[in-house]
């Protein structure tokens, strides 16, 4: 069943409660303490209050300024100031402080770096895993513009799971991504799995954006043949009065639907629902625990 609901008007499975304000100051304060920027602040997620309510954030590497202006999300773009060397360090360190036994370490695109911060990527990585042996490392990087030996580079460092979002189905791609490529960023994800196949491999996709139950069909069928065997379906909720609209509200069935079908390409784990975000509630999406 979808829902017809006009995109101007939030169902009611979308309005969620805030977080306890105490609970997300003091994250604030930890991590304004450190120098460190959040996806979940810069991205504008919904999920903010209840993350940073359990003591969870997703921490955002290379700067707060991306060199890429997608239409799907709320990070600033512009030009970037210069990577801070102490910044893995500085990372590694919250991610010891806060005790996390999953962390996510994310980026803005750097397409002014020669590596695309691949470097940057390995260095908060070798220094997470140095401080905190025990922490499931997940990766979400951008797709270093298909550069293998950048990849090579993230992998190289050994995270546990390797993410990169597909965000959303080709049609849609050169309207919703800037600089961005469906086939490339499939392309990634093979290489990562072609250099660490014991590796879990993980993408996303954002639905609501006007893409048919069949396209969604076939970026599942994709994903699993570039190797992913995990992924997640959230539903697209415009950030800003300048980013693309919301073209349909998705009924919470739907998504169950959407798990189906991609368990039923092979895919290991689909965490599907209205609110899922790559990052969101990233140790209930791994396969770590059965590993």
Not at 19 to 35: D, I, N, Q, T, V
Not at 121 to 146: C, H, N, Q, W
Not at 186 to 209: D, E, N, Y
Request: charged share 25%; aromatic share 6%; glycine share 8%.
């Amino acid at each position: 069943m979808r829902n017809n609901t006009a995109a101007s008007r939030l169902p009611e499975w979308l309005r969620k409660p805030a977080g306890a304000s105490s609970c997300s100051h003091e994250m604030k304060r930890r991590l304004r303490a450190h120098g460190l920027h959040t996806v979940c602040e810069e991205a504008r997620c919904p999920n903010i209050g209840e993350c940073f309510s359990r003591g969870t954030a997703t921490l955002m590497i290379m700067g707060d300024l991306c060199t890429r202006s997608c239409r799907f999300c709320a990070v600033k773009h512009g030009t970037p100031e210069p990577l801070d060397p102490g910044e893995p360090e500085r990372v590694a360190a919250q991610i010891a402080e806060l005790g996390l036994s999953h962390a996510v370490i994310t980026s803005v695109t750097r397409d002014d770096l020669p590596d695309g911060g691949a470097a940057h990527f390995a260095a908060t990585i070798l220094k997470t895993r140095s401080v905190s042996p025990g922490t499931v490392i997940e990766v979400l990087t951008p797709d270093f513009e298909g550069r293998d030996e950048d990849i090579a580079t993230v992998c190289e460092a050994g995270p546990d799971i390797f993410n990169h979002n597909i965000e959303t189905i080709e049609r849609l791609t050169p309207q919703v991504r800037s600089s961005a490529s469906y086939r490339r960023s499939l392309a990634v994800l093979f290489t990562a799995r072609k250099l660490l196949p014991k590796m879990h491999i993980k993408s996303g996709l954002m639905v609501g954006l006007g893409e048919t139950p069949d396209e969604v069909d076939a970026v599942l069928a994709d994903l699993a043949k570039s190797g992913c065997d995990i992924v997640t379906i959230g539903q697209y909720l415009k950030p800003a009065k300048t980013s693309l609209p919301v073209e349909e509200y998705l009924e919470p069935e739907v998504f169950l639907e959407y798990e189906e079908m991609g368990l039923s390409h092979g895919i290991k784990r689909v965490f599907a629902g209205p609110f899922v975000r790559s990052s969101y509630m990233a140790d209930k999406a791994s396969l770590k625990q059965e590993a």
